[in-house]
């Protein structure tokens, strides 16, 4: 009996050590599947982004392709979205931070647009369809943001913007809005574009 007890101890370490280099093998391949997989869906993901951001920038292009983009319409906004990078820094974008600034910046619009939209509907103003649209856009990318996102951040406060009561004002804020946004609409897919074709 005893005898029997070592010879099954004898061959399962045996077959341990046989499949030993068998299982050592097979984890990198696993990892490179793995990777490749996550890598597949992370170019999903963001070519779905990329088409609804080229969407919302040709949307905000319309709202305001029957102005003089050679008018320098004076305002006083600090609350939208700057961009401060060189051309160089699109080489060196990391995934979370890049999408983390990109939700950021969508968050700022959807509050300057809900804003104006409010302005125009207590002016007894008619809300331009394609600012609808816009808001449309702003929250659909921003759902899409927030599943690719690790740790997607609180809501933001939302910024302390001016009471307009001039139509003119009005109108010249709009522009500022929609020209931020449009500015801030390529920058997006210049960014989005190289991380597809950045390595993991």
């Known amino acids: ?99 983390l600034f990109i939700h950021s910046g969508l968050q700022s619009y959807r509050f300057h647009f809900d804003w104006l939209q409010k302005i125009m509907e207590n002016r007894s103003m008619a809300v331009p369809s394609v600012t609808q649209q816009i808001s449309h856009y702003l929250r659909r990318i921003g759902q899409l943001l927030q599943k690719q996102i690790r740790d997607p951040p609180p809501s933001p406060v939302p910024p302390q913007l001016p009471v307009l009561t001039k139509n003119w004002d009005i109108y010249v804020s709009s522009i500022a809005v929609h020209r931020s946004l449009q500015s801030f609409c390529h920058w997006s897919l210049m960014a989005l574009y190289s991380l597809m074709h950045s390595p993991l």
């Open 1 to 99: 009996m005893k005898l029997l007890l070592n010879s099954h101890v004898s061959l399962d370490v045996g077959l341990l050590l046989v499949l030993l280099p068998v299982l050592s093998l097979a984890h990198p391949h696993v990892s490179r599947l793995a990777l490749a997989q996550d890598r597949r869906e992370r170019d999903s993901s963001l070519r779905s982004l990329y088409t609804q951001m080229k969407r919302l920038m040709g949307i905000a292009h319309r709202a305001i392709s029957y102005d003089d983009p050679n008018l320098d319409f004076q305002h006083n906004f600090t609350t939208l979205p700057h961009i401060a990078s060189r051309a160089q820094d699109l080489h060196n974008l990391q995934l979370n931070t890049t999408l």
